[in-house]
């Protein structure tokens, strides 16, 4: 099964974000077989805040880790780090990826619909079997948060050859109803409060995403723990040491050993 083929079920395919190697192993052990990343959890993770480019590098470095472990890789890339399509083009080009996200939004606004799909012509271009999943920011940044606008742009981007759409907070059940229906290709979205898988999958959509959620509860457990310790109560439930320890034996064991040449 590919990639492309686990947005086609009726029921969501999930797909969990992961920030370095160890939160991409817990999904793993946990049965997934695709990974994406979040580049909330990439930037926030350097000290930097969400959106800025900043995790053009940190991108290239995870993607690289991430390739032996042998799972479908969808790599979150921003706005792609250029407003140059070839530029654009040639960063997806160099990792080692089952598909992106890339956004129509830079610094926090919305951009002209036309430079967003040039971009996602441009990597179709250049990596015609990568999964692009073009993310509309109409209703993350609140700037023509309607299903009319959403949908123009949407059709902009699959026009230029995009695999799929991200509406991330389309909440409302009618207006991501009346999206999904005007939109040919998988949607996705992120979970949404008080709609199960299967009532999403009614709704039309494909695939739901975690975002930064694993990462901001991790944040939320880690100080949790540190309380715990504090305040003489109990700590949050966590894994031991030596079934961590084993899952990076094992992942170092893979990654450095050899590939036979093709």
Known sequence: MSFHDLHHHNVPFVLPNAWDVPSALSYLEDGFTAVG???????????????GRATRDANIALAAALAPLGCYVSVDVEDGYS????????????????????????????????????????????????????????????????????IKRAQRYIAAGADGIFVPLANDRTELAEITAAISCPVNTLPIPGLSLAQLGELGVARVSTGSMPYSASLFAAAQAARAIRDDTLPPHSLPYPRLQARLVDYEKHAHTPQPAT
Do not use: M
Request: hydrophobic residues 40%.
């Open 37 to 51: 990343t979040t580049s909330f959890g990439l930037s926030s993770s350097g000290g930097h805040a969400d959106g």
């Open 83 to 150: 407003d140059d399509p070839d530029e654009v083009a040639d960063y997806v080009a160099a990792l080692p990826l089952a598909g992106i996200n890339i956004e129509d939004s830079t610094d926090s606004h919305l951009v002209d619909p036309d430079a967003a799909a040039a971009k996602v012509a441009a990597i179709k271009r250049r990596c015609p079997d990568v999964f692009i999943n073009a993310r509309v920011d109409t209703y993350w940044l609140n700037q023509d948060a309607t299903p009319a606008a959403t």
